[in-house]
C-alpha cells in the first residue's frame, strides 16, 4: 500500500467521536498526497464496527480482530499494530491524540524505528514536502515538522483540529484478519472501567459546551450558568480560577492544563481569554463570549460576542432557550 492509515478507537463497542476526526484527516491527506485511504479498527467481534467504516469513502477497512483485543492493553495493541503495519506498508499512520493512544502510539512508533509527531493541527504540502503542525509553549508558537521518507510518518491528531462531519461517505472492502496474538506477552491485565465520581464527564465528547469563569464572582452564581447549560443540553465547563477555588471538578477545566475541547458549541462566560484557556476550546466550531469588558481578547476568537453583564445577559438567554 502507498498511503495513509487511519487508526480508529473504540470501547466497548462505542466508537471515540475522535475516530472520524481522524478518517476526515485522513482523507484529506490522501486527496493532497494521491495516497489511498484505510482504516483499522481493532477489538473482538468488532464485524459491526468494521462493518460502519465501510461506509466511508476507503480503499480498505481492516477488522483486526482477538479475543486478548477486546479490552484495551498497550501490550496487545502495538503487537497488532506492528504486525498490521508490516504488511499494509503504509506512508502515514494518523491516530486520535486520546489518553489511549498517548500510551501506546509512542512505542509503536519507536518499534518501527520512526518518531510520532503528536498533537498535531493542520498539515500542508509545500514543494513535495509533507509538513505537520503542532502548538509549542501552550499555544504561543506553531512548530512545522517533516519526516523522512524511510519509512512511515504516525501522527496523532489534535482533538477538535479537523471536523468528524467532513468524512466523505462511500464504501470500502473490509477484510478481517486475526492479529497474531496467542504467544504475546501481554503485560497488562485491565480491570473494570472506573469512573470517578457519578458525575464524571467527557467534555471531549461534548457537542455544546457553556464555560464559566472568574467574572462569574463567586460559588453561589454557578446556578446561572447551570441553568443556562440545562437549557441548551450542555455540558459545563470552567476556567482555571473556578476549578483552583474547587467551585467545579478539576475534570470540567478547558485549558492547556485541563482538557482540549471541541464542540460544536462554546459559550464562555465571564472568561477573559488568556492563552492558556484559548488552546483548550479554540478548536470549537462556534464560539459565543459573554463579557462586560468589550476589549477582553475572548473575543478575538469569538464568533458571537455580547459585551455586557453575564448577570444580566445569561438569564436572559436562558429565558429564551427556554421558551424556544
Ligand atoms: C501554567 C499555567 C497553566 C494554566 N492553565 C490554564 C487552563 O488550563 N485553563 C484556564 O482557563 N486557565 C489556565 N491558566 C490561567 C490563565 O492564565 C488565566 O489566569 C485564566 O484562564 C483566567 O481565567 P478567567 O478568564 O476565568 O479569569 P479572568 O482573567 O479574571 O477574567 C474574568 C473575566 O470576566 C469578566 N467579567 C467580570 N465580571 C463580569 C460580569 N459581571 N459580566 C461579564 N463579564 C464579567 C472580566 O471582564 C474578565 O474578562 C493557566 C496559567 C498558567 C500559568
Not at 64 to 92: C, F, I, M, N
Not at 102 to 125: E, H, K, Y
Not at 186 to 213: C, K, M, Y
Not at 238 to 260: E, F, H, K, Y
Request: hydrophobic share 45%; with cysteine.
Amino acid at each position: 500500500m502507498s498511503g495513509v492509515l487511519a487508526i480508529c478507537e473504540q470501547s466497548a463497542g462505542v466508537w471515540n467521536r475522535m475516530s472520524f476526526e481522524t478518517l476526515a484527516a485522513a482523507q484529506q491527506l490522501g486527496r493532497a498526497r494521491g495516497w489511498s485511504v484505510a482504516a483499522v479498527v481493532l477489538g473482538q467481534g468488532s464485524a459491526a464496527l468494521a462493518a460502519e467504516l465501510a461506509g466511508w469513502a476507503l480503499e480498505r477497512v481492516y477488522n483486526l480482530e482477538h479475543e486478548r483485543l477486546a479490552t484495551y492493553t498497550s501490550d496487545g495493541y502495538v503487537a497488532a499494530l506492528e504486525w498490521l503495519l508490516a504488511q499494509v506498508k503504509p506512508d502515514a499512520v494518523l491516530l486520535p491524540h486520546t489518553y489511549r493512544t498517548r500510551d501506546f502510539a509512542p512505542r509503536l512508533a519507536a518499534r518501527a524505528g520512526r518518531a510520532l509527531i503528536s498533537d498535531v493541527t493542520a498539515f500542508r504540502v509545500e514543494q513535495g514536502e509533507l509538513l505537520f503542525e503542532r502548538q509549542l509553549f501552550q499555544g504561543r508558537l506553531n512548530a512545522e515538522y517533516s519526516c523522512d521518507s524511510a519509512g512511515p510518518v504516525f501522527v496523532s491528531l489534535q482533538a477538535g483540529a479537523f471536523h468528524g462531519d467532513a468524512v466523505e461517505p462511500g464504501s470500502a472492502a473490509v477484510e478481517t484478519l486475526t492479529a497474531p496474538l496467542d504467544d504475546v506477552n501481554i503485560r497488562q491485565s485491565p480491570e473494570e472501567p472506573f469512573r470517578e465520581s457519578a458525575g464524571e464527564v467527557d467534555l471531549t465528547a461534548a457537542e455544546r459546551i457553556v464555560a464559566v469563569g472568574r467574572g462569574i464572582g463567586e460559588e453561589g452564581n454557578l446556578e446561572l450558568v447551570r441553568e443556562l447549560a440545562a437549557a441548551l443540553g450542555a455540558e459545563l465547563a470552567a476556567s482555571r480560577p473556578i476549578c483552583d477555588n474547587g467551585w467545579l471538578p478539576m475534570q470540567r477545566q478547558v485549558g492547556s492544563s485541563g482538557q482540549t475541547v471541541a464542540p460544536k458549541l462554546y459559550i464562555a462566560v465571564g472568561i477573559s481569554g488568556a492563552i492558556q484557556h484559548l488552546v483548550g476550546m479554540k478548536g470549537a466550531r462556534i464560539i459565543v463570549a459573554i463579557n462586560k469588558d468589550a476589549s477582553a481578547p475572548i473575543f478575538e476568537i469569538a464568533d458571537y460576542g455580547i459585551a455586557g453583564d453575564l448577570f444580566e445577559v445569561v438569564p436572559a438567554l436562558t429565558e429564551l432557550l427556554r421558551k424556544a
